[in-house]
């Protein structure tokens, strides 16, 4: 916690600036950190609760990932494997490492009403320990406490932060190590020992979700201003050495176990690299309004329009203040890579939204240093009657709506009525609950036709091995690529419905 504990800002520089730092007595510290204190703590208990309340029940299992990097985690702690099936290197394992750590210590899978609960947890205090990270960064911006904790406030609790933060996404993890990684290398001391560990966090970042490497220069660029003349060379050449050869550990694994190159009858690294980069389907370009890109922006902005889009229009302002400009160009940095076509993924604007807090916060620091404090306190009531009216409804509604209820439901009908020895086929938040509750053959669907293990061991005869089907009904295009699935399901009846969820015995 002494991380969140920020000096005031001395207005001298490098090397000066650590001396100051390091002579300032420790009563003096104290008092800035108890004020500090005063500020952050708050801002935590409110964040916990928004971010807590509810938690197993909204948003509710509608993105599947959730349930993989759950069950990757379950698989690494129960048996020793990266994931539930072939680890084909769609990801680094770090996040779902942490997950399993924090579920061994915690005995989360034994414990928890549903295993996607464990990863939730998680979550949430990741969304706590970016709270405190992004005060301590915005402090290292020159941040007063009151904008600082304005910061934290719009990150917590704008409705469309709480959505994202409480679901199973690396994201949020690699977003909490790049807080961590700014907070460092805005370090008031300006020392190697900052620079190392700056290094480290980003690592860990791009070892949980390898995309968020994007927001490199910003990084250093950040780094370079708050490094002296006389050792910026030297730490930013410990930054980046330590930082490549952090990541390095990654493709080195890879080559250890001989899966680094494409080859026949394995697996491999660099296969799944050229299949995210060039392969994969994209989502089209942001400036197209026909985009699947352009819709699912459309739909951030739907859920809340007060965090994301007033952070975006403030990026040439960002860009304009010195102590803000890494933040601008962080969140440009995203932006522009919606505007170039590529696959974008759902869960893309978790790492936005810190800067897009960070520039409102910013902004309205730079406004209030330039008007008199009628017109601020003026400007503060109409802006909380414009925004907090909406959020308060929206995050009541999010507070008492479950919709994991049906997935919950239809998986406790399969266990109190279906043979622990039966195939079912199933989406990956029942596959772990069913896995759990002693069923040996659950498949996840999208495993069906596409995994050759999958093919051989558990379902031989095709239609013919496959007893239960149990899941939402899936687009003519998914199951078309599917086509063991797709004959499954027109050779089958359904049983019992769970709103949408379907449980179907097939008949082959």
């Known amino acids: 916690m002494t991380a969140v504990l920020e000096i005031e800002r001395s207005p001298v520089r490098g090397a000066a600036a650590a001396a100051a730092f390091a002579d300032e007595p420790r009563a003096s510290r104290w008092r800035t950190h ?22 197993h029940g909204w948003p509710g299992r509608i993105n599947d990932d959730e349930g993989t990097y759950v069950n990757q985690a379950w698989a690494l702690l129960d048996h020793g494997a990266l994931s539930h099936y072939t680890y084909w290197y769609d990801h680094p394992f770090l996040g779902w490492a942490i997950i399993a750590g924090y579920a061994g210590l915690t005995d989360g899978f034994d414990r928890a009403p549903s295993a996607v609960m464990v990863g939730r ?32 406030f719009l990150f917590a609790v704008s409705p469309l932060a709480v959505y994202f933060h409480r679901m199973v996404f690396l994201d949020n993890l690699a977003t909490m190590f790049v807080l961590a990684a700014l907070a460092a290398a805005a370090s008031p001391r300006r020392s190697v ?11 860990s970042a791009a070892l949980c979700k ?38 390095a550990s990654y493709p080195v694994f890879a080559l250890l176990k001989n899966e680094l190159l494409p080859g026949e009858g394995h697996v491999s690294l660099g296969w799944a690299l050229w299949w995210q980069l060039f392969a994969r389907s994209g989502s089209g370009s942001l400036l197209d309004p026909s985009s699947g890109t352009f819709s699912l922006a459309r739909s951030w902005i739907d859920l809340d329009p007060w965090l994301l889009l ?30 170039r076509g590529g696959y974008l993924p759902f869960a893309y604007v978790i790492a936005l939204l810190p800067f897009a807090a960070l520039l409102i916060a910013g902004a309205g620091a730079q406004l209030s240093a330039r008007l008199r404090a009628p017109f601020v306190v003026a ?40 043979d622990r020895s039966a195939v079912v086929v199933t989406d990956d938040y029942i596959w772990m609950d069913l896995k759990l509750a002693g069923f040996t053959k659950p498949v996840w669907l999208w495993k069906v ?60």
């Open 34 to 55: 108890r004020a500090s204190l005063l500020v952050l703590a708050p801002l935590l208990v409110l964040a916990g609760l928004v971010n807590g309340w509810n938690l």
């Open 121 to 152: 947890e998680v979550m949430l205090i990741s969304a706590l320990v970016s709270c405190a990270l992004l005060f301590l960064l915005a402090r290292r911006l020159r941040f007063s406490r009151g904008w600082a904790g304005a910061a934290v």
């Open 193 to 203: 020992g900052a620079a190392l560990w700056s290094a480290i966090w980003f690592a």
């Open 210 to 247: 390898e995309t968020i490497v994007i927001l490199l220069p910003a990084l250093v660029w950040l780094l370079v201003q708050h490094t002296s003349r006389r050792t910026r060379v030297w730490n930013l050449g410990v930054f980046l050495v330590s930082f490549g050869v952090l990541v």
């Open 310 to 339: 007033p952070g975006v229009v403030l990026i040439p302002l960002g860009l304009a203040v010195r102590h803000l400009r890494p933040i601008g160009l962080a969140l440009l940095i995203q932006v522009g890579m919606m505007c």
């Open 379 to 418: 400007a503060a009531v109409l802006a909380a009657l414009l925004v907090l009216p909406g959020w308060a409804t929206t995050l009541r509604e999010q507070a008492s709506f479950d919709g994991s209820a049906n997935s919950r439901a239809a998986t406790r009908w399969v266990v109190d009525h279906v």
């Open 449 to 508: 036709d596409t995994d050759p293990e999958v093919m051989t061991e558990v379902l031989p005869a095709g239609v013919a091995s496959i007893d239960y089907i149990v899941m939402a009904d899936q687009a003519a295009s998914t199951l078309a690529g599917l086509p063991t699935l797709r004959r499954g399901v027109e050779s089958s009846t359904e049983v019992t419905r769970f709103g949408d969820i379907i449980v179907r015995k097939v008949h082959p």
